[in-house]
Nanobody
Framework: QVQLVESGGGLVQAGGSLRLSCAAS????????MGWYRQAPGKPREMVAAISSGGSTDYADSVKGRFSISRDNAKNTVYLQMNAVKPEDTAVYYC?????????????WGQGTQVTVSS
């Protein structure tokens, strides 16, 4: 069973940058899709970014041009580079993995990391 551990969250000022990391255990990392989701208080969980095993990426409209997802298969790690952050980016960020992007929501999830953007 793959396990995911997120890190890199914290407090950042609006307009600043933050990089989240998600380290995965297990030998199937390179053939799995990975994704970042977030959930703010009182709001439904939403997909932020996803990357397939082949490197294809997809982003929520709200973060396009500001966030970037990447993966390092040698390190079993996926990253979310967050630039030009806004207060509305404040949320708990989770990473998830599954064989394909379409199944991420029913895949394996990490425990989450809090991101707080101050105005």
């Amino acid at each position: 069973q793959v396990q995911l551990v997120e890190s890199g969250g914290g407090l950042v000022q609006a307009g600043g940058s933050l990089r989240l990391s998600c380290a995965a255990s297990g030998s199937t990392f390179s053939i799995n899709a990975m994704g970042w989701y977030r959930q703010a208080p009182g709001k439904p969980r939403e997909m932020v970014a996803a990357i397939s095993s082949g490197g294809s990426t997809d982003y929520a409209d709200s973060v396009k041009g500001r966030f970037s997802i990447s993966r390092d298969n040698a390190k079993n790690t996926v990253y979310l580079q967050m630039n030009a952050v806004k207060p509305e980016d404040t949320a708990v960020y989770y990473c998830a993995t599954a064989r394909i992007v379409a199944r991420l929501e029913s895949g394996v999830w990490g425990q989450g990391t809090q991101v707080t953007v101050s105005s």
